[in-house]
RNA sequence: UCCUCAGUAGCUCAAUGGUAGAGCAUCCGGCUGUUAACCGGAGGGUUCCUGGUUCGAGUCCAGGCUGAGGAGCCA
C-alpha cells in the first residue's frame, strides 16, 4: 500500500520555491506533463504553474501499489505528489524529488499536444492547452513582467492611471478600421483603437496620466506583427514637447528591458534569447529625423520617396543600423493623423516620433506633440472631413487653457515580442485574435 | 483586397502518373537514471472538396474551401 500524502502532515510547496525545501519532504499539486519509465523506476516530469521537476519514483520506494498507480498515467494528469527534495546536479532545475506518495486528481486522455512537433494551426486551435507548454508559459510570464514594469515606471513617476472608454461614440479616423458595435437603440457605436483623445483631456485634468487597456483594429492585416485585439500602454503629459516625449520613451523601453533582464533570466533562457542583444538597449537611443531615416533607406538601395510612410522592409533597413531602439521623429504632416503637431519651423513635418525596435521587430512605439491651437484643430477636422459635432468636447481642450502636451502609444504585444525574440506577435498573447481566429 | 505557398494516419511529414509509408501519440510486452528516453509488437487512411485528362491520379488540369507567409495600414 502506497502512503498516500494526507497521511502526512503535509507540507504544500510550489516548484519555483523548491531550493528552500531541500532535504525536507513536501507535497506539491499539479500535472503531469512527462513520464518516462525504466520497469522499476518512473521519472514524472511534474508541472505546478511556478515551474517543472522531475519526480523520481522507484517501486522499492514507493511501493507497488503507489508504482502501478503511475504505470500508465497520461500526460496532463492532475496530480499530487508527495516526496522528498533532493539536490541533483543532473536535474535541469537544480533539484529532484524522491516520491514517496502519489495520488491521480483526475487522469487525462489522449492530450493532443503531444511532446513532438505541432503545426501553428494545430496549436492555435488548441491555445487554451497550449498555454501549458513550458515556452508558451515563460513568454505569458515575460509579459507579465513587462506589464508590471510599465506600471511601475509611471506610478512611480507620478503619472495617474485614467481609463479611458472602450466603447467611443463615432469613428475618428474612418469607420474601416473599426469594429461597429450597436449601442442600444441610440446609434452606432465602436471599439476604440487608441485611448488618445480622452487621454488628452486626462492630462488636462490630472497632469501627466496613462491609460492602458486593449485596442481593436479592423484592419485586414495579415503578418506577423498584426493583432485585431492588443494592448496599448500610452501615457499624456501636459506641457510636454516631442524631446520629452522621446525622452520619456526611451526611459520607459530602457525600464522594461532590464527589469525583464533582471527577473526573467529564466524565462529568456528557455526561449534560448540572445540577451546580449538586449543588454544593449540603454539610453541614450539615436534620434534621427525622418530625413535621416529616408537617406539611409535610400543608400541601402530601397526604393524610396519623400513624403512617403516607412514599410515594414524601410523601417527594418533604418533600424539595423543601430544595436538599440531608434527613434525617427519629424514625418511628413500629410502621412500623420490629424491631430499631430506641425513643426512651427518647418510646417511639412510634424513633430511625431516612432521608436522602432531593433532585430528587425519594427514599430513599437508611435507618438509626438498634439495641436494645441483651437483654430488650426479645427481647420484639420475640417480637412479629414470628421463631423465636427463629435469633436466638440475634443475642441474645448483648446478653447480652455490650452497647453502644449504630447504622449504616446506603446504597444505591448509587439514590445513582449522582441524581448521574447518570437518570430510571431500571436505567442506574445494568451488569446490572440486576428483576421481568421477568433477561437478559442 | 492583392501576391506567394501549403492541405496525405490523432500529430509532424514522405511517396518518378503504377500495391498508401515512417517517426511520434494510443494499446500490449521489456528495461532501476531517463530527461523530445530506448527496444519489440499491434491497431489506425473519404490523400481538403467538386469536376476533368488518363488503361491507371495523393501526384497532372480547372474551379472552390481552409490555413500560412508577405504587401498595404498600423502599435
Redesign the pocket.
Given at each position: 500500500m502506497g502512503v498516500g500524502p494526507r497521511e502526512h502532515e503535509e507540507m504544500i510547496a510550489y516548484i519555483e520555491d523548491i531550493a528552500r525545501h531541500e532535504g525536507q519532504t513536501v507535497t506539491l499539486r499539479g500535472w503531469l506533463h512527462?513520464?518516462?519509465?525504466?520497469?522499476?523506476?518512473h521519472?514524472l516530469?511534474v508541472r505546478d504553474g511556478s515551474g517543472f521537476i522531475?519526480c523520481?519514483m522507484?517501486?522499492?520506494?514507493a511501493g507497488d501499489d503507489t508504482f502501478t498507480r503511475a504505470d500508465?498515467l497520461?500526460?496532463e494528469s492532475s496530480v499530487i505528489v508527495h516526496g522528498t527534495v533532493?539536490a541533483?546536479s543532473?536535474?535541469?532545475g537544480g533539484y529532484?524529488l524522491?516520491v514517496t506518495g502519489f495520488d491521480v486528481v483526475s487522469p487525462a486522455?489522449?492530450?493532443?499536444?503531444?511532446?513532438?512537433?505541432?503545426?501553428?494551426?494545430?496549436?492555435?486551435d488548441r491555445r487554451h492547452l497550449w498555454i501549458r507548454a513550458p515556452r508558451q508559459q515563460a513568454i505569458l510570464r515575460i509579459r507579465h513582467e513587462v506589464i508590471d514594469a510599465v506600471r511601475d515606471f509611471f506610478n512611480s513617476r507620478g503619472f495617474v492611471l485614467a481609463d479611458t472608454p472602450i466603447f467611443t461614440p463615432s469613428a475618428c479616423?474612418g469607420t474601416t478600421?473599426l469594429f461597429p458595435v450597436q449601442y442600444f437603440e441610440q446609434e452606432t457605436a465602436y471599439l476604440t483603437?487608441?485611448g488618445q483623445l480622452y487621454n488628452e483631456a486626462n492630462a488636462m485634468a490630472l497632469g501627466r496620466v496613462y491609460c492602458f487597456g486593449p485596442?481593436f483594429?479592423a484592419?485586414?492585416?495579415?503578418?506577423?506583427?498584426?493583432?485585431?485585439e492588443?494592448w496599448?500602454v500610452e501615457p499624456e503629459v501636459a506641457y510636454a514637447t516631442l524631446d520629452d516625449v522621446m525622452a520619456l520613451a526611451e526611459g520607459l523601453v530602457v525600464s522594461v528591458v532590464q527589469r525583464v533582464l533582471e527577473r526573467r533570466a529564466a524565462e529568456l533562457k528557455v526561449l534560448e534569447r540572445d540577451t546580449s542583444r538586449l543588454e544593449r538597449v540603454q539610453a541614450p537611443f539615436p534620434r534621427i529625423s525622418y530625413d535621416e531615416a529616408a537617406e539611409i533607406i535610400r543608400r541601402k538601395g530601397l526604393p524610396f520617396e519623400w513624403g512617403?510612410?516607412?514599410?515594414?522592409?524601410?523601417?527594418?533597413a533604418v533600424s539595423e543600423e543601430f544595436d538599440r531602439p531608434v527613434c525617427v521623429h519629424r514625418y511628413p504632416a500629410a502621412?500623420?493623423?490629424f491631430y499631430m503637431k506641425p513643426d512651427p519651423e518647418r510646417p511639412e513635418v510634424a513633430l511625431g516620433v516612432?521608436?522602432l525596435a531593433p532585430e528587425g521587430y519594427?514599430?513599437?512605439?508611435?507618438?509626438g506633440e498634439r495641436v494645441d491651437d483651437y483654430d488650426l484643430l479645427l481647420a484639420r477636422i475640417k480637412e479629414h472631413n470628421l463631423p465636427q459635432a463629435a469633436f466638440e468636447w475634443y475642441l474645448d481642450l483648446r478653447r480652455f487653457g490650452s497647453v502644449p502636451h504630447g504622449g504616446?502609444?506603446?504597444?505591448?504585444?509587439?514590445v513582449v515580442s522582441w524581448i521574447c525574440g518570437l518570430?510571431?506577435?500571436?505567442e506574445a498573447i494568451p488569446y490572440p485574435r486576428?483576421?481568421?481566429?477568433i477561437y478559442p
Open positions: 512527462n513520464r518516462r519509465s525504466s520497469g522499476k523506476i521519472f516530469t522531475q523520481v522507484s517501486k522499492k520506494a500508465h497520461a500526460q533532493r541533483d543532473r536535474a535541469p529532484e524522491d486522455t489522449d492530450y493532443p499536444i503531444t511532446p513532438k512537433e505541432h503545426g501553428v494551426d494545430y496549436l492555435m479616423e478600421t483603437q487608441s485596442t483594429r484592419e485586414k492585416s495579415k503578418t506577423r506583427r498584426h493583432l485585431t492588443f496599448m512617403g510612410d516607412f514599410g515594414a522592409p524601410d523601417e527594418t502621412v500623420k493623423a516612432d521608436v519594427g514599430e513599437i512605439i508611435g507618438g504616446f502609444g506603446m504597444g505591448i504585444e509587439r518570430d510571431h506577435l500571436r486576428m483576421l481568421y481566429r
